[in-house]
């Protein structure tokens, strides 16, 4: 393999690595610029109902305190270990690296003895190594993200119940921990625990939401802490925010019943152009094996990569709302 075959593999490999970067992880730029222009415009509005929303926003980001560390911003690997705690499983930021050099190792050395290419076994290799851990990670996020919010508004309604019936917070937190399965019922323990050692329940309650990054969790916890400072009926208050996750459920629900053919549509048509090539490539390697070799046939190939790979970033993002 040449240099220049060399430097072609090695771009191409990069470009499909940075479009799946920014597909899994990268945050709205159109959404960070809206959210930037509409605090400008309550801070200039002459509107009282613009002002009383801007006095309102500042005393909920104002609420939480200003020692308090939110977790995994302190490195990459503190942010790494963060996501593995949200998976709900008990691995280690050791065993998660030492998988993925093993997944690249196993992978590389297969292509290696179909390819004979170290350059493209190595690039392969690093790819899935990286990218499959990944996604096995984000999948068990997601799945027990889920899992969360379908039974949070039931504990919600646990905890209305037990206000009503004259039973402190502290208690009916302990009530919910113990009778809501899942992963509500294990965040909600580990409150109660903290605020059996001492902790206040604001502290337990933010670092819960910090460690989760779940929206409705953050709204829970806003609630909570703006009733506490401005006092009013909190059961009251806690059954309008159960009847309005249940409704954000639902409408997320819609959306993705509505947006599923396109999801699939485009799944098929981004998969099958590489499942094809890679199943012709594996049953009989010399008739599509000048991909590797031939300069052109390289950049044709690794350009339609990464011109599919901008499609099903473009799709994605279609199909991506935020509620």
Same mark, same amino acid.
């Given at each position: 393999?040449?240099?220049?075959?060399?430097?072609?593999?090695?771009?191409?490999?990069?470009?499909?690595?940075?479009?799946?970067?920014?597909?899994? &992880?990268?945050?709205?730029? =159109?959404?960070?610029?809206?959210?930037?222009?509409?605090?400008?415009?309550?801070?200039?509005?002459?509107?009282?109902?613009?002002?009383?929303? $801007?006095?309102?926003?500042?005393?909920?980001?104002?609420?939480?305190?200003?020692?308090?560390?939110?977790?995994? &911003?302190?490195?990459?690997?503190?942010?790494?270990?963060?996501?593995?705690?949200?998976? =709900?499983?008990?691995?280690?930021?050791?065993?998660?690296?030492?998988?993925?050099?093993? #997944?690249?190792?196993?992978?590389?050395?297969?292509?290696?003895?179909?390819?004979?290419?170290?350059?493209?076994?190595?690039?392969?290799?690093?790819?899935?190594?990286?990218?499959?851990?990944?996604?096995?990670?984000?999948?068990?996020?997601?799945?027990?993200?889920?899992?969360?919010?379908?039974?949070?508004?039931?504990?919600?309604?646990?905890?209305?119940? /037990?206000?009503?019936?004259?039973?402190?917070?502290?208690?009916?937190?302990?009530?919910?921990?113990?009778?809501?399965?899942?992963?509500?019922?294990?965040?909600?323990?580990?409150?109660?625990?903290?605020? %059996?050692?001492?902790?206040?329940?604001?502290?337990?309650?933010?670092?819960?939401?910090?460690?989760?990054?779940?929206?409705?969790?953050?709204?829970?916890?806003?609630?909570?802490?703006?009733?506490?400072?401005? /006092?009013?009926?909190?059961?009251?208050? #806690?059954?309008?925010? =159960?009847?309005?996750?249940?409704?954000? $459920?639902?409408?997320?629900?819609?959306?993705?019943? +509505?947006? &599923?053919? $396109?999801?699939?549509?485009?799944?098929?048509?981004?998969?099958?152009?590489?499942?094809?090539?890679?199943?012709?490539?594996?049953?009989?390697? $010399?008739?599509?094996? %000048?991909?590797?070799?031939?300069?052109?046939?390289?950049?044709?190939?690794?350009?339609?990569?990464?011109?599919?790979?901008? =499609?099903?970033?473009?799709?994605?993002? +279609?199909?991506?709302?935020?509620?």
């Amino acid at each position: 393999m040449g240099i220049l075959q060399l430097l072609l593999v090695i771009c191409g490999l990069m470009g499909l690595m940075g479009i799946g970067y920014m597909l899994l &992880s990268s945050p709205s730029v =159109g959404k960070a610029s809206q959210r930037r222009l509409e605090a400008v415009r309550y801070r200039h509005s002459e509107s009282t109902d613009t002002k009383v929303e $801007s006095q309102l926003k500042k005393a909920i980001a104002s609420r939480k305190p200003k020692t308090f560390k939110v977790k995994g &911003s302190g490195s990459r690997a503190e942010a790494l270990a963060a996501r593995l705690d949200r998976t =709900g499983k008990s691995w280690t930021l050791s065993q998660y690296i030492y998988t993925s050099l093993g #997944l690249a190792l196993v992978i590389a050395i297969i292509m290696f003895l179909r390819t004979g290419s170290f350059i493209l076994s190595l690039g392969v290799g690093l790819l899935v190594g990286i990218g499959l851990p990944h996604m096995v990670v984000n999948s068990f996020i997601k799945k027990r993200t889920n899992n969360f919010n379908v039974k949070f508004p039931d504990a919600i309604d646990l905890l209305v119940r /037990g206000l009503r019936s004259g039973l402190p917070v502290t208690e009916t937190l302990g009530v919910v921990a113990t009778e809501v399965p899942g992963p509500v019922g294990e965040e909600f323990k580990g409150v109660v625990e903290r605020i %059996k050692i001492g902790r206040t329940m604001e502290e337990s309650l933010q670092e819960t939401a910090d460690r989760l990054a779940i929206s409705e969790f953050n709204f829970f916890c806003i609630t909570l802490a703006i009733q506490r400072e401005t /006092g009013g009926n909190l059961a009251e208050t #806690l059954s309008n925010l =159960g009847d309005v996750l249940r409704k954000r $459920s639902q409408m997320k629900l819609k959306i993705r019943a +509505m947006s &599923s053919e $396109s999801k699939a549509s485009a799944y098929i048509v981004g998969a099958l152009p590489f499942i094809v090539f890679f199943m012709i490539w594996w049953i009989n390697p $010399s008739y599509i094996g %000048k991909f590797f070799i031939d300069e052109r046939l390289i950049v044709i190939g690794l350009g339609g990569a990464v011109w599919m790979g901008l =499609g099903a970033f473009i799709m994605a993002k +279609m199909v991506s709302f935020e509620i």
